[in-house]
């Protein structure tokens, strides 16, 4: 990542600055020739709240705050650092100062955040790059420190890497080279990173993953990584999951509409959110025990391809009739949820681009969420709404399970038409023993067009959440 956030005590007035202040700040203390100062008075009586000042130079940027500390106005302020990220790179700035003369804890956060967030390319493949100016942000802020600041860092380093990820294309990224960028990815961190591969896969009788992977001609994996700081405060570890479909062709029901292959190498964006998660886990030292669980394959109609109505043998013992062979997260997801048993969780969140039912039903906006830990799942929309990474909750009563029954196996792997997102969270909940939150990320995962700091294409969307909750966790030590 080559862009940096860190803590200072001083500027120097030549540099580009982005000043934080609100109506009752005088402007006469900023660092503003009179003229300048009259003019982001005379701004600020119009109630712009976002004042641009070009003085050649240097580039100046007074954004004027709300004195509520709303999720809204968070958000509003996310909005308005997305546009001081265009314009100082559109004026080749390289190193900016966030300058805080406000009383509001966030708002600097929310500022930078964004900023950096919104500074974000994916140039690998470009011959011609149009590479950002923009390399660094300082900041100034009496509600903050170098700590928070490099937690934000590790944030952002999260961010890049599951988008990074998400944006690579299938022909450089199958389930054998995601093993691999994980293991490069993390060897510098205390991270305890382990792949396993096809025959290790097969040895633990994991037939969700086998089935899913017949019809590719490279092999899955299945990755397994662990933060566990010296003095965790929770007894029992969190686990993640996170789907890692490299691309989804349909397998052989193979996808009909127009245009729904397309975007199929964000189908692992579950598997990037974890990827990324642990290595913000790691980088910003949280005091959380955390596992990462990541199947990977591809899902092809080669060959030897799984049928319609073809009966698995999942890790767990339960066979399941397979009625479409595009429903493969589950499968894939089924496996690692079993698995995880083994750690006797206090919670295991999964995350995946499952349905095209929850995109139908919260869009781009929101993950739709399913949950039998209620208490769990609380302070997690919490983590949502402050940034941004909102959840719906959808009902997950066990009336659902009734669409789910088989006449030849335990269960089937689709329901009927109606509902789907839902379903296919009760066929998941079928493989838990505990506290558990499924996340269809299926909307927001993956943008066709440019949306503000969430950029164009892979979004990294869960590492903000997810680091968000596992603050709470740690300063409130939920075990």
């Known amino acids: 990542m080559n862009f940096t956030i860190s803590h200072q005590e001083t500027r ?9 202040i609100t109506k009752s700040t005088p402007v006469e203390n900023l660092s503003f020739t009179k003229t300048e100062a009259a003019y982001v008075n005379q701004q600020i009586e119009k109630n712009d709240k976002l004042i641009h000042i070009n003085s050649y130079f240097k580039q100046s940027f007074v954004l004027v705050i709300e004195d509520s500390h709303s999720n809204e106005q968070r958000e509003k302020l996310r909005k308005h650092g997305f546009d001081v990220c265009q314009t100082a790179n559109k004026h080749k700035v390289a190193n900016l100062m966030i300058e805080d003369k406000t009383d509001n804890p966030t708002a600097w956060e929310d500022l930078a955040e964004s900023i950096a967030l919104s500074n974000y390319q994916f140039l690998k493949y470009l011959k011609k790059k149009d590479a950002n100016s923009l390399k660094s942000l300082g900041i100034i802020s009496k509600n903050t420190d170098s700590k928070n600041t490099d937690r934000l860092q590790a944030v952002i380093e999260g961010v890049y890497f599951a988008r990074d990820l998400v944006n690579e294309p299938h022909s450089h990224l199958n389930a054998e080279h995601f093993a691999t ?25 994991m037939g969700g993953i086998i089935a899913v992977n017949k ?11 662990e933060w566990k700081p010296e003095n965790p405060t929770n007894s ?34 579950g598997a990037a959110a974890v990827a990324g998660t642990m290595l913000a886990l790691a980088e910003s030292n949280a005091q959380v025990h955390v596992i990462g669980l990541m199947p990977a394959t591809d899902n092809r109609p080669g060959k030897d391809a799984y049928l319609p109505q073809d009966v698995i043998h999942m890790h767990d013992g339960t066979t399941v009739e397979v009625l479409n062979t595009d429903a493969e997260g589950r499968m894939i997801l089924a496996d690692a949820l079993s698995y995880a048993k083994q750690y006797e969780p206090s919670l295991v969140i999964d995350l995946a681009t499952l349905t095209g039912a929850a995109e139908v039903a919260v869009g781009i906006k929101a993950i739709a969420a399913m949950t039998n830990s209620s208490d769990n799942l609380e302070p997690l929309k919490k983590s949502g ?5 909102r959840i719906a909750e959808l009902p997950f009563w066990d009336d659902y399970k009734e669409e789910l029954k088989s006449d030849i196996a335990d269960m089937k ?9 839902i379903t296919a969270g009760k066929f998941l909940e079928h493989f838990t023993d505990y506290p558990y939150i499924h996340l269809d990320i299926a909307g927001p995962a993956f943008l066709e067009s440019a ?16 680091m968000d909750f596992f603050y709470f966790r740690e300063q409130n030590k939920v075990n």
């Open 12 to 20: 120097d007035p030549d540099k580009s600055v982005a000043y934080l």
């Open 181 to 205: 960028v994980l293991s490069e990815k993390y060897k510098d961190t205390n991270l305890k990173s382990d792949s396993l591969y096809k025959k290790q896969i097969e040895a633990l009788k």
């Open 215 to 225: 019809g590719s001609e490279t092999g899955p994996t299945f990755n397994i990584v």
């Open 236 to 269: 029992k570890p969190v686990v993640l999951v996170g789907k890692g479909v490299m691309f989804d062709t349909g397998g052989l029901s193979l996808k009909p509409t127009k245009g729904s292959m397309d975007l199929m190498k964000s189908d692992m964006a």
């Open 385 to 389: 709404f402050a940034r941004h990474e």
């Open 413 to 421: 792997n689709v329901g009927g038409r109606n509902a789907g997102a």
């Open 451 to 466: 949306d503000n700091y969430r950029g164009k294409n892979g979004t990294g969307i869960g590492v903000r959440l997810l």
